[in-house]
């Protein structure tokens, strides 16, 4: 197959080039012509199943009013008391968008509401707008967008500050933020490749062909993305961010692979065709298969329950299909159509770089002297730091991703000053009888004393119940004040249709802490031994919670298994091609075994790096999910390159001699193609967002130390010391004629 491409584009180039341009000139027609359209809203990022959203539907049924997916939050403030305007304001602003989102509204001008909403020293309220959508969903942004320009409309009282905060005011800070970072991220990304590129070839129009031809295919997949998009695919920013670094940092790789050995043909003898139909009968299994194992790695997080990673792993897989075809057809036909062109003002017989020239040989006769000691002291090194990659607590905690400055931000500034921890983010709690499991008064008498047994878990700041309807801190008021409200409160914590008690929980943490955590364990605990104890034998009552912090406990405990579930699935894909590849067992088991201590020892360092250097709480829970199948699948394209070559050097020829030809021929262009790919991830960076950072970050640290470790050092130095080559020398003929 690679022989017959290799003729094609030897003898036919411009055809190639003519194919994509009307492909591109179709992209872009459609682009112009094609109408905006909304996509899918995503309802909840966890199963189906899970009790967190079977908590969320039962609050939907017995309790609309207050049911909520996710709120908006309109927080006032004021340095001296509130005013009646004020209260008018805010009221006015609660029924126009209850109206126009179709939310249900919370005011503070409504006496029962008020000791809620209302802070204790009067200076700033809430009114809060309940959304059936999830957080980030585009309905819910689109909600904040209309209550945003509500206040546009009729400003706030004068001295009134006004801002958007609450679950949905974070996701759309957030989905702006996201937003922000595919513009920046795109563009450092241009840059650096580019600068990269310019510095290995010494020619501009040898750096453009491969940013020229991975240029076009990543508007191509964005141009994918958007027809999936109308099918129903839910394609999200952030998924478009990883596309962009992902598209440039293995499309680039791929197409440098290619290059570098035509240019390696050319300066042995200076003729196009035949130089075009070896570099791609050569270097084309190899790419196909780096490709493959990136793609099939990507494609193993289908198989997880967290509905962003399963799209993820849909969306970059498909993009990527289009970089290979891109890799294998357009830059080749580029690079080939230009002959002479491609390398001015360099000639094809140019000398080798310095690195061909002092660094690799230098490298590789370290490795051949001694590749038992290389290969255990290396493996050694990561071992260590991939086992105190094991202790390493994630966190996961979107209040500390707030954008700076934003609106959302600036409100949760205020609520911070004046009302509690949890009041902005409390959670419910819910006890669901059998039908004929307690009487009124037995219910009243569970709820009573689970009330006070949860006011009294430390780090529980107030309990909103049935027996306390202004809370266990505000409950001391009148007689006549407290039969009131009680007759009012069934609307809120006792359903009139079914047998179900609501309890509103809120804790003096940030949500997303560990503390927080534990308490909302403990309060799950009480709950079910309160309710054994109080109920009659042989009747029960199932636990439900709801809210940030069970969310958070519940992604958490999906993402482990999603995480284990990859790890097993990936490696296992991805092991099957390179043993397809390289017919070798042990040596196929080293090269997974060297990336999963890359990826153990990157997480170390990079926990280092942000913990220690940079006094961030720790890494984002999601970093380690996105470095594993990256770093694990991209790590392979590598060691698969320096495999391959070590399996075409003539039999006749010494095992260490066969090392150091293949060490000193990729050496220069896996490097380079290394640092592209760490320079395109590094770039995740610029998005701002301190997720994207962090993985940003690690990602680089980990293809650096593949490349620069990784596959020059170990996979040598266990293919030495292992005598590999003398043990699967009767199949490499045939891993040559692939």
């Known amino acids: 197959m690679f022989t017959a491409l290799g003729k094609l584009i030897g003898r036919w180039p411009w055809f190639f080039v003519g194919v994509w341009g009307i492909v591109l000139a179709s992209g872009v027609v459609w682009a112009l012509l094609a109408s905006d359209t909304p996509p899918a809203d995503i309802g909840s990022f966890l199963p189906y199943d899970s009790l967190h959203n079977q908590a969320v539907r039962l609050i939907q049924q017995a309790f609309p009013k207050m049911a909520a997916r996710s709120q908006i939050v309109v927080i006032a403030e004021r340095p001296t008391a509130l005013t009646d305007d004020d209260f008018t304001w805010l009221h006015m602003l609660s029924q126009a968008a209850g109206r126009a989102t179709e939310g249900r509204t919370l005011s503070p001008a409504v006496d029962f509401l008020k000791p809620r909403l209302l802070s204790q020293d009067k200076q700033s309220a809430m009114m809060v707008v309940n959304l059936s959508s999830n957080f980030i969903s585009p309905k819910s942004i689109e909600a904040v967008k209309a209550v945003e320009r509500m206040i546009t409309a009729d400003p706030a009282p004068a001295d009134l500050t006004v801002e958007i905060t609450g679950t949905a005011g974070i996701g759309r800070d957030y989905a702006d933020a996201t937003e ?35 240029g076009a295919s990543v508007y191509l997949a964005f141009v994918l993305l958007a027809l999936l998009s109308r099918a129903g695919w839910e394609i999200s920013n952030m998924d478009r961010v990883f596309a962009v670094v992902l598209l440039f940092g293995a499309g680039v790789d791929y197409a440098l ?43 193993t997080m289908l198989a997880t329950d967290l509905v962003p990673t399963q799209n993820a792993g849909k969306v970059l897989a498909a993009v990527l299909i289009v970089a290979l075809l891109a890799a294998l057809t357009l830059s080749p036909a ?38 038992g000691t290389v290969m255990l002291a290396g493996t050694i090194l990561l071992a260590v730091l991939a086992l105190l990659s094991l202790r390493i607590n994630f966190r996961f905690d979107s209040l500390s991703e707030l954008p700076e400055g934003s609106s959302s931000q600036r409100g949760y500034e205020i609520a911070r000053r004046h009302f509690s921890k949890g009041q902005l983010y409390s959670n419910t709690l819910l ?3 059998d039908r004929q499991s307690a009487s009124s008064d037995e219910l009243e008498i569970i709820g009573r004393a689970l009330t006070k047994s949860i006011a009294d878990v430390n780090g529980v700041y107030d309990v909103y119940s049935l027996d306390a309807p202004l809370g266990q801190a505000k409950g001391k008021r009148s007689a006549v004040i ?20 609501r309890f509103e929980i809120l804790i003096d943490h940030l949500p997303f802490s560990f503390e927080a955590m534990d308490i909302i364990e403990k309060v799950r605990t009480i709950a079910n031994e309160t309710t054994n104890q109080l109920l009659p034998t042989g009747q029960k009552a199932d636990v439900f919670l709801a809210g940030p912090t069970p969310y958070v406990i ?86 698969i390159f320096l ?22 021929s990729t050496g220069s262009v896996i490097s380079s193609c290394g640092l592209i790919m760490a320079a395109t991830l590094g770039s995740l960076w610029a998005g701002g967002l301190l997720l994207l950072q962090q993985v940003g970050f690690a990602l680089a640290l980990g293809i650096l130390i593949d490349t620069f470790f990784v596959r020059p050092l170990l996979i040598p130095s266990f293919y030495l010391a292992t005598g590999r080559r003398r043990k699967s020398r009767p199949n490499r003929q045939e891993s040559q004629n692939l």
């Not at 407290?482 to 008690?501: N, R, V």
């Open 180 to 214: 922000q970072a595919l513009h920046n991220t795109t563009w450092v990304t241009i840059f650096a490749v580019l600068i990269i590129l310019i510095v290995i070839y010494r020619s501009p129009i040898g750096a453009l062909v491969p940013l020229v031809s991975i």
């Open 257 to 299: 692979f290619w290059i570098s050995r035509y240019r390696e043909t050319l300066h042995e003898n200076v003729d196009f065709i035949p130089a075009a139909q070896s570099a791609t009968r050569h270097s084309g299994p190899a790419i196909m298969a780096s490709a493959g194992t990136t793609i099939c790695g990507l494609t």
């Open 334 to 371: 580029l690079a080939r159509g230009l002959r002479r062109g491609l390398l001015w003002p360099l000639r094809p017989q140019a000398q080798p770089s310095i690195g061909q020239r002092y660094f690799w040989p230098l490298l590789a006769d370290r490795v051949t002297r001694r590749p």
């Open 431 to 433: 006890l669901k009888f």
């Open 482 to 501: 407290g039969s009131i409200l009680s007759l009012m409160s069934h609307e809120f914590y006792q359903a009139k249709t079914m047998p179900i008690l």
């Open 554 to 639: 519940a992604v958490r405990k999906v993402a482990g298994k999603d995480q284990l579930r990859v790890m097993v699935l990936a490696t296992t894909v991805i092991a099957l091609i390179v043993l397809v590849l390289i017919r070798d067992l042990p040596l196929t088991v080293f090269m997974l075994l060297a990336t999963w201590l890359t990826y153990g020892a990157t997480l170390t360092l990079s926990q280092f790096f942000f913990v220690e250097v940079l006094n961030e709480p720790g890494l984002d829970l999601k970093v380690r999910l996105i470095v594993f199948v990256i770093v694990v699948a991209v790590g392979q394209d590598y060691n």
């Open 643 to 664: 495999v391959t070559r070590l399996l075409e050097e003539p039999a006749e020829i010494s095992d260490a001699q066969a090392a150091r030809r293949a060490i000193v």
